[in-house]
């Protein structure tokens, strides 16, 4: 844990700036031996932070529950149990929005509200919205502000309580099930297949920086994407690798693809 480090990490201004603020939110809790959490990361933004603080002891990778792509990082001092993170105590709230289920709302309607209600987007965890409820998770300072501020998305009335983190509620990924060969499980070629584009335009969304793999930009079209991964591009969607077979008679290799409804 080094903080010039920052400079080597970060590829861009608001990376640095970003760096600095967990650096001292972190270090400020390890020098005191209290309690301490950033706010919510994205996968990219977690994966950066990794990098800055390495094996710092205590440290714990936290998003309200085990499956959550947006994470605190939370140090634990000895004398606490991480089982404290999920306590009434602990950094993150989990608040439910109940709605009349004739309104079908969407991820992009809750944090649309959200954002409407002057909240910062790194105080807003994961959010799953389902048929008459959805369940999110925000930072527990600006918990108390929603529970009170956050009436409505859209034209649709909402009722707001807080749950024990443990009880939230996911929904159910629907896919599709693709099967292709492919001459290489390169990250253009499986672009290419999962969402029905030439593999030109998939290498164009990758160049752009719209790609990336398990929340991580990918800039090279060529760097081979491993089994299990998952592949989001910006504007069309998510897909998972999910199997990698044997080659073909003809040399190409057979693959299982998920494409997220």
């Not at 400020?28 to 919510?40: D, M, Y």
């Not at 289920?101 to 944090?111: K, S, Y």
Request: hydrophobic share 40%; glycine share 10%.
């Amino acid at each position: 844990m080094d903080r010039a480090n920052i400079e080597k990490i970060a590829r861009r201004p608001e990376d640095r700036l970003l760096l600095a603020k967990l650096y001292d939110k972190i270090d400020a809790g390890i020098r005191r031996n209290v309690p301490a959490n950033t706010c919510f990361l994205s996968p990219a933004e977690g994966e950066m932070a990794r990098f800055l603080f390495g094996g710092t002891q205590g440290l714990i990778s936290f998003g309200g529950c085990e499956e959550a792509e947006r994470r605190m990082l939370c140090y634990v001092p000895e004398y606490r149990d991480p089982e404290d993170l999920y306590g009434p105590e602990g950094p993150i709230v989990c608040l439910r929005a109940e709605f009349h289920p004739g309104d079908a709302l969407t991820h992009r309607d809750f944090l649309g509200a959200l954002m409407g209600a002057g909240v910062a987007r790194e105080t807003v965890g994961d959010i799953y919205p389902r048929e008459g409820t959805c369940d999110f998770f925000v930072t527990a300072e600006i918990a108390p502000y929603l529970l009170q501020n956050l009436t409505s998305a859209g034209r649709t009335h909402l009722r707001l309580s807080a749950i024990p983190l443990r009880e939230v509620q996911r929904p159910e990924e629907k896919v599709a099930v693709l099967r292709d060969t492919l001459a290489s499980p390169r990250l253009d070629s499986v672009i290419a297949s999962g969402f029905r584009v030439s593999r030109a335009l998939a290498a164009q969304y990758v160049a752009a920086g719209r790609a990336a793999v398990d929340g991580i930009p990918w800039e090279k079209p060529d760097r081979s994407v491993p089994e299990g991964a998952k592949v989001s591009v910006r504007g069309l969607g998510k897909i998972q690798l999910a199997a990698i077979g044997g080659a073909t008679r003809k040399g190409r290799v057979s693959v299982l693809i998920h494409r997220f409804l």
